[in-house]
Nanobody
């Protein structure tokens, strides 16, 4: 069945940037919907961004639009979430997610990664 593995999280000052990676192991991201969600302490998990792999069409939540960019890697098993102008309210655990369906945002994932912590200090 494979797995999704996130990396790239860390601590950054407000206004800084981070790039998260989601690598699929034992599965392909091609022809699927791949996205990111996040969960801050005491809050529900929320949609961040998603991409239809085949046509590279991406969607973003209003809270990150214009600051975050989701893109495909050159290999068919990795996506990147470039996060710029980070704010303290972006602090959360970020989860990679995937479904084999082509879905409108927000997607309904069938597969999840373990998550990577992003902390933005003020």
């Amino acid at each position: 069945q494979g797995q999704l593995v996130e990396s790239g999280g860390g601590l950054v000052q407000a206004g800084g940037s981070l790039r998260l990676s989601c690598a699929a192991s034992g599965r392909t991201l091609s022809a699927t919907t791949v996205g990111w969600f996040r969960q801050a302490p005491g809050k529900e998990r929320e949609f961040v961004a998603q991409i239809w792999w085949t046509v590279a069409t991406s969607y973003y939540s209003d809270s990150v639009k214009g600051r975050f960019t989701l893109s495909r890697g050159t290999a068919k098993n990795i996506v990147y979430l470039e996060m710029n102008n980070l704010k303290p309210e972006d602090t959360a655990v970020y989860f990679c997610a995937q479904t084999n369906r082509i879905e409108r945002a927000p997607m309904n994932p069938d597969y999840w990664g373990q998550g990577t912590q992003v902390t933005v200090s003020s």
